[in-house]
């Protein structure tokens, strides 16, 4: 029953920055992952942050460590992912999925049961 809808994606030129939002339904629970993957053209889906629902601890992939911040609203159960400092490197599809199995936040996208449908991000060179 857990739905996961993703926005904010687009076209940014390098060094700009843009807010991908994750609204989810149907978590009625504190507990478990939300996280953010990517995926290139040609390239296998990658991990890039992830948050426990409980807002406890963050991951961020090397690749965006210092770049990228993800947080929480409780409530509504969004996910946010503030991007800076973008890079045309970054340009991928992102997926908002969660891991209601856990509270490890895994790099997998294995671990994770539910899955937005992805909203595209741009970075021109």
């Known amino acids: 029953q857990v739905q996961l809808v993703e926005s904010g994606g687009g076209l940014v030129q390098a060094g700009g920055s843009l807010r991908l939002s994750c609204a989810a339904s149907?978590?009625?629970?504190?507990?478990?992952?939300m996280g953010w993957f990517r995926q290139a053209p040609g390239k296998e889906r990658e991990f890039v942050t992830g948050i426990t629902i409980s807002g406890s601890s963050t991951r961020y992939a090397d690749s965006v460590k210092g770049r990228f911040t993800i947080s929480r609203e409780n409530p509504k159960k969004t996910v946010y992912l503030q991007m800076n400092s973008l890079k045309p490197e970054d340009t991928a599809v992102y997926y908002c999925a969660a891991d209601l199995a856990r509270a490890i936040i895994s790099s997998s996208p294995r671990a994770y049961d539910y899955w937005g449908q992805g909203t595209q991000v741009t970075v021109s060179s």
């Open positions: 149907g978590l009625t629970f504190s507990t478990g992952v």
